[in-house]
């Protein structure tokens, strides 16, 4: 008989936002119960775009944590989510990452059970037996033999699930002022533009830091200061949930002419070499609304990020495989009433972003680092002081670790640490 260990508590101080041990990037069993009580605990975890499955039918495999899931549009225009792994031998029902089910059934290949786009149980071959010989008894009911289904809900385009009955509704858990951001960003009909995939040697924590973490930007990402994109004198404005588990970085778009080395002169280090692009369009900036925001990273617990960088618009949807191994899944978006060259605009932009982006290539880098670092001493602990020991928010970004501490906050709170 094995006993349930709980998650090593002891470096934890209470009260303290700035001490986080190296055990919790490092501990399988940690990493196990984050599965139960974060992934399958009362919190909406984000799944899809509704412009990934618009039409009757239309499905996309994902995964919460690390357990799979399928998200469809129903025969009933609804929208619906379960455990991808069959009643019968415990076997992935549906295999294809994204597509349609025209007839509404999904069939396991191994023995052909087959169950409705709402996880229902359809069909048992042999249910009867042959011949009068063998099958399912009498009384089997199809009705309790199908699917683990999961609360759905949407804000704006953005389609969440979670496990848990206790789990608020999804505006109470996300709040007011992020639910705002994402229609901000998300205001009209949406149209996917692309994917991309990347795989991290990382604890998923790590890059749920690095989200939140506006201390990094122009430091890390040279790219930045060097060409004028963001400064950390900028004009911005960084906000969170209550709860600490969200929380959203708006920064404007300058409104003197920039002048690239001032811009690097506020950096410690800048690219040496480099005065401009060849093709300064990748940097250019077309305001689609009156608020004059350039970049918006919107991080929400546990496992996306919404962002809006010049034009280019995206979710990151972060997925733990194992304790030292994170998934990051890039989907590229625009308007329905994009015209070809918005098109074209955008996905030069693009450039920017992603697993190879100009700015953002160096934070997977970074999760690699920082897990090769904390590969031992796990009773020893990382420092995120910069500002103090405050989650509040913050009028101009980039000198503290607030958000990172919210998001240990929110943590903690679920992990009972």
């Known amino acids: 008989m094995t006993t349930t260990q709980k998650p090593n ?4 101080i209470a009260s303290d936002l700035t001490s ?4 919790v990037y490092q501990d399988p069993e940690t990493f196990r119960q984050e ?7 009362p919190v909406w975890s984000y799944l899809a775009l509704d412009a990934e499955i618009p039409k009757l039918g239309d499905f996309k495999s994902t995964y919460i944590g690390d357990t799979p899931v399928v998200v469809t549009r129903g025969a009933d225009n609804q929208l619906h989510a379960w455990v991808n792994r069959c009643a019968h031998k415990g076997a992935l029902v549906c295999r294809s990452p994204r597509g349609n089910v025209a007839d509404g059934a999904f069939t396991c290949v191994y023995h052909q059970w ?10 048992v071959p042999y249910r009867r037996g042959l011949n009068g010989v063998g099958g399912m ?8 033999h199908g699917l683990r289904k999961l609360r759905v809900d949407q804000v704006g385009s953005m389609i969440f699930a979670t496990f848990s009955d206790a789990t608020p509704a999804l505006r109470e858990f996300l709040g007011a002022e992020q639910c705002a951001n994402i229609e901000r960003i998300i205001d009209r009909p949406i149209k996917v533009i692309g994917y991309a995939r990347q795989q991290m ?28 994109i963001y400064r950390q004198s900028q004009e911005s404005v960084g906000f969170m949930s209550e709860q ?6 708006n920064v404007m778009f300058p409104k003197e002419k920039i002048d690239y080395k001032t811009y690097g002169d506020e950096a410690n280090r800048k690219m040496e070499g480099v005065e401009q692009l060849r093709d300064p369009r990748v940097l250019a900036f077309k305001p689609e609304r009156d608020d004059n925001v350039a970049l918006s990273i919107q991080s929400l617990f546990p496992s996306v990020v919404l962002q809006q960088i010049q034009n280019t618009l995206a979710t990151r949807q972060v997925l733990p495989q194992k304790v030292d191994q994170t998934e990051l899944v890039w989907t590229y978006f625009g308007y329905e009433d994009d015209d070809e060259k918005m098109d ?13 982006g100009f700015i953002s290539m160096e934070d997977g880098e970074a999760v690699e680092m920082c897990q090769n670092g904390v590969v031992r001493d796990g009773d020893q602990s990382a420092l995120i002081a910069m500002g103090g020991n405050s989650t509040d928010d913050v009028e101009t970004m980039g000198m503290d670790e607030n958000a990172v501490r919210g998001f240990w906050k929110g943590y903690r709170a679920l992990m009972k640490v």
């Open 9 to 12: 508590t002891a470096n934890w």
């Open 344 to 356: 074209r605009h955008r996905i030069r932009n693009i450039n920017l972003v992603g697993p190879a």
């Open 114 to 123: 087959a169950y409705t786009s709402a996880g229902d149980l359809a069909g």
């Open 244 to 249: 600490g588990f969200h929380n959203t970085f």
């Open 201 to 228: 040697a990382g604890n998923w924590k790590f890059y749920s830091e690095n989200s939140r973490d506006s201390y990094h930007g122009a430091l890390l990402h040279l790219f930045y200061p060097t060409f004028g």
């Open 35 to 41: 599965q139960e009580q974060i992934f399958r605990g």
């Open 137 to 144: 008894d009498k009384d089997f009911d199809l009705s309790k």
């Open 20 to 23: 986080v041990p190296y055990s």
